[in-house]
């Protein structure tokens, strides 16, 4: 179980779609836009995980052209915020979208590869209670968003307090090509985790 609350720590931490966006609506709408959307995420999220612990998701991805429509869905839109970010200049520039909010996060979660590929990590692996598969994944569920939601809770008061702060032109540029980096990571781990999936 400890094994398996590391490996939740460990995928949800690393820079993805989710933590990001969450980040920039913190710092472009503050707190109360900003739970809203971590609303939608953490829904999203879940049902993600259902997906996946029905077969569901198998299914859908097993079929190339749903495949194929994600990964330009996602990959197009991060591609973009990543090129958006890298030219902002000395400007903070996380993501700014018209008051983005629990539809949105919802959204997000449905085309975001990384929730595919950390759910099916997650559920089909790190068995601790074989007695049980319906206790076991009841449990997986309890602590992945009990690790889950102060992560992005944490992920939006950076953003809102990064927001707040004097910093210096070469600060903020030298922010804008991390995040824009890291974004570009995500693009091509989604590009080669849907690509290296079998044809079925």
């Known amino acids: ?62 079929e190339p052209v749903v495949r194929t429509v994600l990964l330009f869905a996602s990959s197009g839109y991060l ?23 629990f539809l949105a996060g919802l959204t997000l979660q449905f085309i975001n590869p990384k929730a595919y590929a950390v759910n099916t990590a997650l559920f089909s ?29 944490a992920w939006l008061y950076a953003g809102v307090k990064l927001n707040s702060l004097n910093l210096s032109p070469t600060t903020q540029r030298a922010i804008n090509l991390v995040m824009a980096a890291c974004l570009l990571a995500v693009v091509a781990l989604s590009v080669w985790s849907v690509l290296r999936l079998p044809a079925g």
Request: aromatic share 12%; net charge positive; hydrophobic share 60%.
């Open 79 to 101: 591609g973009y915020l990543a090129l958006r970010i890298a030219l902002a200049g000395a400007r903070i520039a996380f993501i700014q979208t018209s008051a983005p909010g």
């Open 1 to 62: 179980m400890l094994t398996f609350a590391a490996a939740v720590f460990l995928l949800i931490i690393t820079p993805g779609p989710g933590v990001l966006s969450t980040a920039g609506v913190g710092a472009a709408f503050g707190w109360r836009q900003g739970l809203f959307y971590v609303g939608g995420l953490c829904a999203g999220t879940n049902l993600v995980g259902l997906a996946v612990i029905s077969g569901l998701a198998a299914v859908m991805l097993a």
């Open 125 to 153: 692996s790190f068995a601790f209670y074989p007695d049980s598969f319906a206790i076991e994944t009841g449990l997986k569920l309890i602590i992945a968003n009990a690790i889950w939601l102060p992560l992005h809770l």
